[in-house]
């Protein structure tokens, strides 16, 4: 039943700490309540993938999200008693505690809630079978390289993602730079079936590089797809 201006009573102690609604066992049912929905935030976040924790762990952001709208209902509304915030804060921070303790001694755990680092792109091509695992598309990894001054895939060699959705990246030296896939955006108009120049061509999606005949039609060797950007060898100037 909801109460009116006139029924509120100002510091009336039973009502800020306990509530007139729900009886004191109800405590134990918020503790239910804060392991289940820990746990749902935990596997959302696990689920939505790094590029959506980046810069925090997942761990940060579990308890920023928990503890949010417990903390903003015990300061704006008269019914939300803070004891079941309290225990709301203390329930959370203590799974957070376990959770970092459970990490630190079980690594596997620790890489299959975190992740591990994930190799990329290796050599100047993408590593296929684990970029198409990761929650990320070409466009947004090939964004990443151009934030480090990368023309083309032929300058990296090798390329990871981060537990925090960053990417680490290693670059050939100047003399070892190879001919690689452009990855400027107004290249990948570029892109064709039928090779215009003879010469070497990147595939436009695994970024395997072969020479090819002027006319050819052809699939990648690498990945079986058959659209063609002409190599770039460029050396890279940071």
């Known amino acids: 039943m909801p109460l009116f201006a ?10 800020i700490l306990l509530s007139d609604e729900a009886p ?5 049912e918020v503790v239910v309540r804060c392991v289940l929905t820990y746990l749902m935030i935990i596997g959302a976040l696990r689920v939505t993938g790094r590029r959506g924790v980046r810069q925090l762990s997942i761990f940060e952001l579990s308890i920023i999200l928990a503890l949010g709208s417990a903390a903003g209902d015990a300061m704006l509304y008269h019914d939300t008693p803070l004891l079941h915030a309290a225990v709301v804060f203390v329930v959370i921070s203590g799974l957070y505690l376990l959770f970092n303790r459970l990490t630190e001694r079980f690594p596997k755990f620790s890489d299959w809630l975190e992740g591990a680092p994930v190799l990329l792109v290796e050599d100047g091509e993408i590593n296929l079978p684990n970029f198409t695992k990761q929650n990320l598309t070409q466009k947004e990894l ?8 990368v023309e083309h895939l032929g300058q990296v060699r090798r390329a990871y993602i981060e537990a925090t959705g960053e990417v680490s990246i290693y670059f ?9 896939l452009p990855i ?3 290249r990948k108009t570029d892109k ?19 020479t090819l005949a002027k ?3 052809a699939r990648c ?8 950007i002409p190599a770039c060898d460029a050396k890279r100037i940071a």
């Open 6 to 15: 006139a029924d509120i009573q100002p510091f009336d102690w039973n009502r």
């Open 24 to 28: 004191p066992l109800f405590l134990l």
């Open 142 to 149: 090939f964004g990443e390289l151009r934030l480090r001054q």
């Open 172 to 180: 050939f030296a100047d003399e070892d730079v190879r001919p690689g």
């Open 184 to 186: 400027w955006p107004e």
């Open 192 to 210: 064709r079936h039928r090779v215009e120049q003879a010469g070497q061509h990147a595939c436009a999606c695994c970024a395997h590089i072969q």
């Open 215 to 217: 006319g050819e039609l």
């Open 221 to 228: 060797t690498s990945c079986h797809q058959d659209q063609w």
